[in-house]
């Protein structure tokens, strides 16, 4: 049974994730250049400078 709550548990995790990731890269998709996995965090500052 802990391996099957372990396994929902990674998929939740893994989904959350990718979620997140595709949120990022939809509200930053007005700049021409979508950023690598490496630099989400970083364009929300980018996108302040921009503007």
């Given at each position: 049974?802990?391996?099957?709550?372990?396994?929902?548990?990674?998929?939740?995790?893994?989904?959350?994730?990718?979620?997140?990731?595709?949120?990022q890269?939809?509200?930053?998709?007005?700049?021409?250049?979508?950023?690598?996995?490496?630099?989400?965090?970083?364009?929300?500052?980018?996108?302040?400078?921009?503007q």
């Amino acid at each position: 049974m802990s391996a099957r709550i372990l396994l929902v548990v990674l998929i939740l995790m893994v989904g959350s994730i990718m979620s997140i990731v595709v949120l990022q890269r939809v509200s930053g998709a007005g700049s021409d250049k979508q950023p690598p996995e490496g630099e989400l965090l970083s364009t929300p500052t980018r996108m302040s400078h921009e503007q």
